[in-house]
């Protein structure tokens, strides 16, 4: 199954027991924060490095700013930066 790429949306890396899985976490915002509606947000370090994610789910972060390309890559660059820092 070497060309079968499965996961799992999980908010910790304790939730993941095959190597082989990759987990998806939601709620990636650059500041730790809460919304009204009782969604908790972590920075991407936290996600990458603490919560062992390997794909971030970002959402409100990216389309309710301003310059939703240029805070994708914001995004991008510090989630790549956190998940190298993990792997070293």
């Known amino acids: 199954y070497a060309d079968v790429v499965a996961g799992i949306v999980a908010q910790s890396k304790e939730h993941i ?9 939601p709620g990636c915002k650059l500041e730790e924060s809460a919304d009204t509606l009782g969604q ?3 920075t991407p370090e936290y996600l990458v490095k603490e919560k062992g994610a390997d794909i971030a789910v970002v ?6 700013s301003k310059n939703s390309t240029e805070m994708a890559k914001t995004y ?4 790549w930066a ?3 820092a993990r792997l070293n």
């Not at 959402?59 to 309710?64: H, K, S, T, W």
């Open 17 to 25: 027991k095959d190597p082989g899985m990759i987990q998806l976490t």
């Open 40 to 42: 908790k947000y972590n």
């Open 59 to 64: 959402g409100r972060g990216i389309i309710e």
């Open 76 to 79: 991008r660059d510090r989630l």
């Open 82 to 84: 956190a998940y190298e």
